[in-house]
């Protein structure tokens, strides 16, 4: 008997939407009830690349914006062989955080590299099954004690990172086809209930029959 694939599943949105506690709290429950999953997040610090790019977010060295933007996708290629051996061996993969960080977060600065050179680096990277985007208002992300003090977390540029999603999720809506749609999920509300919206679409996706090969890029 062959082993399903592991569901691929990428958790984004802007600062402060409570991702990577949802994402912890998910992975947790998924194991609990016998679906094995691995967490896994971008950037990932721990590792040569992810150390220059944590140096970089806490001002600790410049860089000039589209090597930074290569750095951040170069951490994402480094676990490439790691992404596609976890979901062949049959477990699934819960990201905080993939390529459309990646493209957001350099879309959105000032005079920075123009959208189209953004999305460039990304192409070919496993895809993931399902998308999920956890929308936060601007209110709500204030009452959760404001922004820490990294690069960008600046009220104004988050407003245009929200954007530059918006964007995103619009482009690949439109694309259709092998683009499988974005879940929007608003956080404003209680942890447990954001939670309990996030579990039903996962498990139900991890129900899915999948493609036995890698998900395409
Ligand atoms: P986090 O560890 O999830 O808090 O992410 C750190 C910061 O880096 C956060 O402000 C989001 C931003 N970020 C995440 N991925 C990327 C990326 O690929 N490119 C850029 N420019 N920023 C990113
Ligand atoms: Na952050
Ligand atoms: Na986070």
Same mark, same amino acid.
């Given at each position: 008997?062959?082993?399903? /694939?592991?569901?691929? $599943?990428?958790?984004?949105?802007?600062? @402060?939407?409570?991702?990577?506690?949802?994402?912890?709290?998910? $992975?947790?429950?998924?194991?609990?009830?016998?679906? @094995?999953?691995?967490?896994?997040?971008?950037?990932? /610090?721990?590792?040569?690349?992810?150390?220059?790019?944590?140096? +970089?977010?806490?001002?600790?060295?410049?860089?000039?914006?589209?090597?930074?933007?290569?750095?951040?996708?170069? &951490?994402?290629?480094?676990?490439?062989?790691?992404?596609?051996?976890?979901?062949?061996?049959? $477990?699934?993969?819960?990201?905080?955080?993939?390529? +459309?960080?990646?493209?957001?977060?350099?879309?959105?600065?000032?005079? !920075?590299?123009?959208?189209?050179?953004?999305?460039? =680096?990304? $192409? !070919?990277? =496993?895809? =993931?099954?399902?998308?999920?985007?956890?929308?936060?208002? =601007?209110?709500?992300?204030?009452?959760?004690?404001?922004?820490?003090?990294?690069?960008?977390?600046?009220?104004?540029?988050?407003? @245009?990172? !929200?954007?530059? +999603?918006? /964007?995103?999720?619009?482009?690949?809506?439109?694309?259709?086809?092998?683009?499988? *749609?974005?879940?929007?999920? &608003?956080?404003?509300?209680?942890?447990?209930?954001?939670?309990?919206?996030?579990?039903?679409?996962?498990? *139900?996706?991890?129900?899915?029959?999948?493609?036995?090969?890698?998900?395409?890029?």
């Amino acid at each position: 008997m062959t082993t399903k /694939r592991g569901l691929f $599943v990428v958790l984004e949105g802007m600062d @402060r939407a409570g991702k990577s506690s949802q994402c912890r709290r998910l $992975v947790d429950h998924l194991n609990s009830i016998g679906h @094995r999953t691995e967490l896994m997040r971008f950037p990932e /610090r721990d590792s040569a690349i992810g150390s220059l790019i944590g140096q +970089y977010l806490g001002r600790k060295i410049e860089l000039d914006d589209h090597a930074v933007h290569l750095l951040f996708s170069a &951490n994402r290629w480094e676990f490439r062989p790691h992404i596609l051996d976890t979901l062949a061996s049959g $477990v699934n993969i819960v990201c905080d955080r993939y390529a +459309y960080s990646g493209i957001a977060f350099t879309a959105a600065k000032a005079d !920075g590299p123009d959208f189209h050179w953004c999305c460039q =680096p990304e $192409v !070919g990277l =496993p895809a =993931p099954d399902l998308k999920i985007f956890l929308s936060v208002s =601007p209110e709500a992300q204030a009452s959760r004690g404001g922004f820490g003090a990294e690069r960008y977390e600046v009220a104004d540029f988050q407003r @245009r990172v !929200g954007e530059a +999603y918006a /964007r995103l999720m619009r482009l690949e809506d439109q694309a259709g086809g092998s683009c499988p *749609a974005w879940l929007t999920i &608003n956080a404003d509300g209680a942890f447990d209930e954001v939670q309990q919206q996030l579990a039903k679409a996962v498990v *139900a996706a991890i129900d899915c029959p999948r493609s036995a090969g890698p998900p395409a890029g």
